[in-house]
């Protein structure tokens, strides 16, 4: 999920037909055939990966973060499995009243209220946009309109915390085991969806891969661009809607929650929050170029993204803030700073080297990288099908410093949200940047 995941997926021009079987072009998307190894790692998240996320908000709610304690009182029969379950809150009507409603505003966001910030934002590209060509030779038309839904929402957001009161600002985490399983309910929904819709109802037929692997199928998908009618794209919506838009509103939910049980929010939870809504906010701002993403570009819609989007993300990303409820820090003043520039520095290694890639792209070369024309290798290869290709693999600007630094600057942004947390749990430091991994079989 996210833009941590940027880069334009190389793709042959293979096509499958209705009932699963090889074109014999090429091969596009994820594996055609799946071996024990990658059946094992399937098998091995979709049993795991939701009991990770349980464990990580179990252990802050029962253990105060601290990871390791469960599994000792475990070992020690100081405690068992069913007193632990006990202790957690159960599904609620209120956690599930909350849920639906937050989808829902989310899907009235992304289908009715057409962007206008592309009109009033120099710079910024919204509104109706051409997605990457399909293996089917489908060229989508998006809605590009994530960074209004995150302006509305938060508007809404702080108008209710200093003036309409509708709710407490800290509903979220007051809710938040509850609305865990709400999040559950919904991912295994869509996922299961979207594969019943691929055999029965897809969208294109020929934008289709089928394994023979149930649960490879399952968990990478089939269909390529699950939609309803002409716009609902199930990929844009749950990659970059309810749980990215979230993530934001999750961690002021912290702060409310630290303020109301110290009279103080931590300048630990500042920086959190502070440099994690750069990352979201810059998620939206460049929404566009996420349509030529490997996210959008390369994977299939299954549960590694719906279940993901709507669990993995808005579970673990924020531990950070999470951890600060349960454990507030409160660094020194140089700590403060020197963990704020780390953020900043990383984040703008990230962004322009990201920057350096696109516009070089776009330009096919033509353009000024740190004020001169940049230097590129020519590079040829040649794909599955057979066919021979040529590209340029710039050697300019941070490029040309080393291969991928926008990685680099990911990890320190990353780092900078965990040394806001100390180093007294490990928990914090437990960050992906993106949803859980894929099995390794290749592309």
């Not at 399983?181 to 299961?192: D, E, F, P, Q, R």
Request: aromatic share 18%.
């Amino acid at each position: 999920m996210g833009e941590r995941r940027k880069g334009n997926a190389p793709r042959g021009d293979s096509k499958k037909s209705t009932n699963g079987a090889n074109a014999n072009v090429g091969q596009w998307g994820r594996a055609w055939e799946v071996d024990y190894f990658s059946l094992a790692s399937v098998l091995f998240l979709l049993a795991f990966a939701p009991l990770i996320v349980y464990y990580f908000v179990m252990s802050c709610d029962q253990y105060q973060c601290a990871l390791t304690v469960p599994v000792l009182d475990l070992y020690s029969g100081k405690t068992q499995l069913s007193d632990i379950w006990n202790k957690t809150p159960l599904l609620t009507w209120t956690a599930v009243k909350i849920y639906i409603a937050w989808v829902s505003f989310q899907v009235f966001l992304y289908m009715l209220l057409p962007d206008i910030c592309h009109k009033l934002l120099p710079g910024y590209q919204g509104g109706v946009q051409d997605g990457a060509m399909t293996p089917a030779g489908i060229i989508n038309k998006y809605e590009v309109n994530g960074l209004q839904s995150w302006l509305i929402t938060h508007i809404l957001w702080f108008a209710n915390a200093y003036h309409f009161n509708w709710f407490s600002p800290t509903i979220i985490i007051d809710n938040w085991i509850p609305l865990l399983w709400c999040a559950n309910i919904l991912g295994y929904s869509v996922s299961t969806f979207a594969m019943v819709k691929a055999y029965l109802f897809p969208t294109n037929s020929n934008d289709r891969k089928f394994t023979g692997n149930f649960f490879y199928d399952y968990m990478m998908g089939i269909e390529f661009n699950p939609r309803i009618g002409k716009w609902f794209d199930f990929k844009l919506f749950f990659n970059g809607r309810p749980g990215i838009v979230a993530w934001t509103l999750i961690n002021l939910s912290y702060a409310a929650k630290q303020k109301e049980l110290y009279g103080e929010v931590t300048n630990s939870m500042i920086i959190v929050n502070v440099l994690q809504a750069i990352y979201v906010v810059d998620f939206f701002w460049n929404e566009s170029w996420y349509l030529k993403t490997i996210d959008i570009c390369h994977d299939h819609f299954g549960w590694y993204l719906g279940w993901g989007d709507c669990v993995w993300l808005p579970y673990l990303y924020t531990l950070q803030g999470l951890y600060l409820v349960y454990n507030p820090v409160h660094l020194s003043t140089p700590a403060a700073i020197s963990t704020l520039l780390l953020g900043f520095i990383g984040y703008y290694i990230f962004r322009m080297t990201n920057h350096q890639k696109d516009l070089f792209r776009r330009t096919n070369g033509n353009c000024k990288i740190w004020g001169k024309k940049p230097k590129y290798i020519e590079c040829s290869y040649t794909s599955v099908d057979g066919k021979k290709h040529h590209s340029k693999l710039m050697v300019s600007g941070f490029w040309g410093l080393a291969r991928h630094l926008n990685y680099t600057g990911d990890l320190m942004g990353s780092l900078a949200y965990c040394l806001a947390c100390g180093f007294d749990h490990l928990l914090p430091y437990f960050y992906k940047n993106h949803t859980p991994p894929p099995p390794p079989t290749g592309y």
